[in-house]
């Protein structure tokens, strides 16, 4: 397991369920209730420092997962931006946790819409299905993505009220559309493999 670590420059490790599979490669596991990250030492001779974040959320419909999506983000951008390094997401079947993490991370850092970065996923492991749950909770981050980028756009501080008060009324029009879309596209893929014929049938749907 060390030299596959090596050859594949694993430096990072995001545990999705450390209540059933624990940081095997930490002196000691302990449990939280917030994200944290922390650093082992894989080896005697010190050769390969592992950090991982612990994300200790269960899967199921009462789990919330949002407050995890922003450290754990920021935890997979520094091994692979910062460390140059690769990263392993993991939950226990690889289908919700994981993936949801992944997805966040596509959002935050690649600039992809929640729709975009779910056909990604999709597209390169096809069991991926986030709860229903955490599928609002990515559409809530996606919101608070957007809205962090209208205000670090916004250059024009004089308009008036009324046109502030349109621009609000149709930016909320834009997000409940983009919701139907968004729950659109969950419903048609969550359940089958990713086929191109799937996801034309689903833009059919929602662009007729």
């Known amino acids: 397991m060390k030299t596959e670590l090596m050859i594949k420059n694993i430096l990072g490790i995001v545990n999705c369920c450390p209540m059933t599979i624990p940081c095997i490669f930490k002196d000691t596991t302990t449990s939280t209730s917030t994200p944290r990250t922390s650093t082992t030492t894989i080896g005697t ?8 974040c612990v994300v200790a959320v269960h899967d199921n419909e009462y789990a ?3 407050p995890w999506l ?3 983000t920021s935890f997979i951008y520094e091994i692979l931006n910062v460390k140059h390094g690769n990263c392993v997401i993991h939950c226990e079947m690889g289908v919700s946790r994981s993936s949801t ?14 729709n975009d970065a779910y056909i990604y996923t999709k597209k390169k492991r096809s069991r991926i299905n986030p709860n229903i749950s955490f599928w609002k909770q990515l559409q809530a981050f996606q919101l608070l993505l957007d809205s962090k980028s209208n205000n670090t756009t916004t250059t024009n501080t004089n308009s ?6 349109n621009s609000n009324t149709n ?3 834009d997000n409940d559309k983009w919701l139907e879309e968004s729950y659109v596209i969950y419903c048609a893929l969550k359940d089958t493999e990713y086929t191109n014929q799937a996801f034309d049938m689903v833009k059919n749907c929602i662009y007729i």
Do not use: E, F, G, Q
């Open 160 to 165: 008036n009220t009324n046109s502030n008060t």
């Open 101 to 114: 993490v992944v997805i966040a991370y596509l959002m935050r850092y690649h600039n992809m819409t929640l």
């Open 70 to 72: 922003i450290p754990a």
């Open 171 to 173: 930016c909320d029009n």
């Open 45 to 52: 001779d010190n050769d390969i420092n592992i950090k991982y």
């Open 64 to 66: 919330n997962i949002y």
